[in-house]
């Protein structure tokens, strides 16, 4: 049984988005422009995510807003949820957490830390995955456990069945290479570097962080049959 998701799209119109996460979700994908406004008008879905954006989760804007009252009434119906960076962020926002600026940019293909979650089955404990991101969850939510983390702090909560990852894991190299480049608030010199470091080995190395979307859809899956069998 493929799930059916909603893909609150926050990116802010990137082609990419959309490409990269209907290719690494094994589910019936319903994408809503959520930077442009556009929300579903129901909750009548398996589950849904939330992507990355350019924007930060506490600026006051009606799109953010709204965003965040749709996600928070969606989990309060039970809906199983992953955020990816920004929709990490968004999530732990809207269940109570903290979000705030980092002060620096962590970018580039890193290290990040599991802690053993279902979430990250089938992956390494110590993994290689691409960020990109100047905001992160400062404090969590109550009741949610962090189960993935690195040197800049938080890289993962689990609040019941709502799920937040700060990295990547859907990139792939072009667009990791189209990221950085648009960073034209950063020096020459270190999107170079960033860019240099984008190469096929780093890039096969990233592939097990990927396992993320398989165990977020089977999980999904898992919940509905249990649904049904009640």
């Given at each position: 049984m493929r799930p059916r998701i909603a893909l609150l799209d926050a990116s802010h119109g990137d082609p990419n988005t959309p490409r990269n996460f209907r290719r690494e979700l094994d589910a019936d994908l319903t994408r809503?422009?959520?930077?442009?406004?556009?929300?579903?008008?129901?909750?009548?879905?398996?589950?849904?995510?939330?992507?990355?954006?350019?924007?930060?989760v506490y600026w006051e804007e009606p799109w953010i807003d709204e965003t965040r009252s749709w996600a928070r009434t969606a989990i309060d119906r039970g809906l199983p949820a992953l955020g990816i960076c920004w929709g990490h962020q968004l999530l732990a926002d809207a269940l109570g957490g903290t979000v705030e600026d980092m002060g620096e940019y962590e970018l580039g293909y890193r290290t990040v830390r599991h802690t053993g979650d279902r979430l990250f089955e089938g992956?390494?404990?110590?993994?290689?995955?691409?960020?990109?991101?100047?905001?992160?969850?400062?404090?969590?939510?109550?009741?949610?456990?962090?189960?993935?983390?690195?040197?800049?702090?938080?890289?993962?909560?689990?609040?019941?069945?709502?799920?937040?990852?700060?990295?990547?894991?859907?990139?792939?190299?072009?667009?990791?290479?189209?990221?950085?480049?648009?960073?034209?608030?950063?020096?020459?010199?270190?999107?170079?570097?960033?860019?240099?470091?984008?190469?096929?080995?780093?890039?096969?190395d990233a592939t097990a962080a990927k396992r993320v979307f398989d165990n977020f859809c089977a999980t999904v899956r898992a919940e509905e049959t249990a649904a049904a069998d009640d």
């Open positions: 809503f422009d959520a930077s442009g406004g556009e929300l579903p008008s129901s909750f009548e879905f398996d589950a849904f995510v939330v992507t990355g954006s350019r924007s930060s992956v390494p404990e110590s993994f290689t995955v691409f960020t990109t991101h100047s905001d992160a969850v400062t404090e969590l939510p109550d009741g949610a456990e962090r189960i993935a983390e690195n040197d800049y702090g938080i890289h993962g909560f689990r609040h019941g069945d709502v799920y937040g990852v700060q990295a990547h894991p859907e990139y792939d190299a072009r667009t990791a290479e189209s990221v950085v480049r648009g960073k034209d608030h950063l020096s020459e010199e270190r999107i170079e570097a960033v860019c240099a470091g984008i190469t096929e080995d780093a890039t096969a």
